[in-house]
């Protein structure tokens, strides 16, 4: 069909109308919003002469979506997420803030609520066969190039099989396994003892998985851990490191990669003094450097729904 309808009154009318429009009331962002992605919607049915069976695919793969809980992982995955980080990336240029680890995306996993320890904390509460010891340690530095004192550094990452703990199909991990926040002291220093990770998988039946094997794209993440930064006169810190050597790095599909992100991963010995379970264990040494707050204020809180727990 070749025919266009979408500059027609009609068409104009019903936009307006179903974004209530031309009402003082409701939401005026929200109507905004409304109907400006309705409107580019509707446009883009007229232009690929979208059929009616392809849109109720659409709309009952929306249904889906949600019965999978998986908006947000769908987020990552269509990159989205990474999208809002550029956005934020460039505001800070245009804002002359330079500096500090980057940022990269939160993802759909985290879990609010972890014990907070002075300083080091070990967080393998579950024992994992095929995972060996790993040491996740830095200094969280301000702008000035000091140690921040009494920052909070929280981490979360998967299991040997990709599992994170909350969100694991096989029921295996208990509460906070693989999650923990430290507090730094004086030095700024923090330290996690934990496990090696392995990359992210999407659930293969699920409505993220489904579009993306219609794209021809994998759902899979390399090896990484997840990390918040946090402290009274400095930004929040979203971030994440990833593992060296993962095959995946530069082929992640919620492009969370950064060259900045990628510390080295050093071997080491005397992990029984440290209470690990092997003596070889291995180590990364990650600093984060933290930006100043912009006129007195964080305004690097995302507020968004996130899952808690009692530890
Ligand atoms: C993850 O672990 C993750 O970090 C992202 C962004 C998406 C899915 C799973
Ligand atoms: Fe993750």
């Known amino acids: ?21 031309n009402s003082a009331e409701g939401d005026a962002r929200a109507k905004q919003i409304t109907y400006r992605l309705l409107s580019d919607l509707f446009r883009a049915i007229d232009d690929l002469d979208m059929t009616p069976d392809e849109i109720w695919a659409g709309v009952n793969y929306f249904n889906k979506l949600g019965q999978d809980g998986e908006a947000a992982l769908l987020a990552a995955g269509l990159g989205l997420e990474k999208y809002l980080d550029i956005r934020m990336d460039a505001a800070d240029r245009e804002a002359d803030i330079h500096g500090g680890t980057p940022r990269t995306i939160e993802g759909p996993l ?15 509460v579950n024992p994992d066969e095929d995972a060996g010891p790993l040491v996740i340690r830095g200094t969280v530095t ?3 190039g000091k140690p921040v004192a009494g920052a ?20 295996a991990q208990s509460d906070f396994n693989l999650r923990g926040a430290v507090k730094t002291g004086s030095d700024g220093k923090y330290e996690f003892r934990t496990l090696m990770p392995v990359g992210y998988g999407c659930p293969p039946d699920g409505a993220t998985q489904q579009l993306l094997n219609a794209l021809a794209r994998h759902g899979n993440r390399p090896a990484h851990v997840h990390f918040f930064a946090t402290s009274e006169n400095n930004r929040k810190l979203t971030t994440q490191i990833n593992i060296e050597g993962d ?22 010995t005397g992990g029984a003094a440290l209470g690990l379970k092997a003596d070889a264990y291995k180590e990364i040494e990650f600093n984060i ?3 100043p707050l912009v006129q007195g204020k964080d305004n690097q809180v995302v507020q968004r729904l996130r899952a808690s727990a009692a530890a």
């Open 1 to 21: 069909m070749s025919t266009k309808v979408f500059d027609t009154k009609e068409v104009q009318d019903l936009l307006a109308a179903a974004a209530n429009k």
């Open 110 to 124: 985290y879990v609010a609520g972890a014990p907070v320890r002075d300083g080091v904390s070990r967080i393998d």
């Open 142 to 144: 301000g702008a000035d």
């Open 152 to 171: 909070v550094v929280e981490c979360w990452h998967a299991n040997s099989k990709g599992f994170y703990s909350h969100f694991d199909p096989t029921g």
């Open 247 to 268: 095959p995946l790095i530069w082929d992640d599909f919620a492009y969370a990669t950064r060259e900045e992100l990628v510390p080295h991963v050093v071997e080491k």
């Open 289 to 291: 450097e933290l930006t």
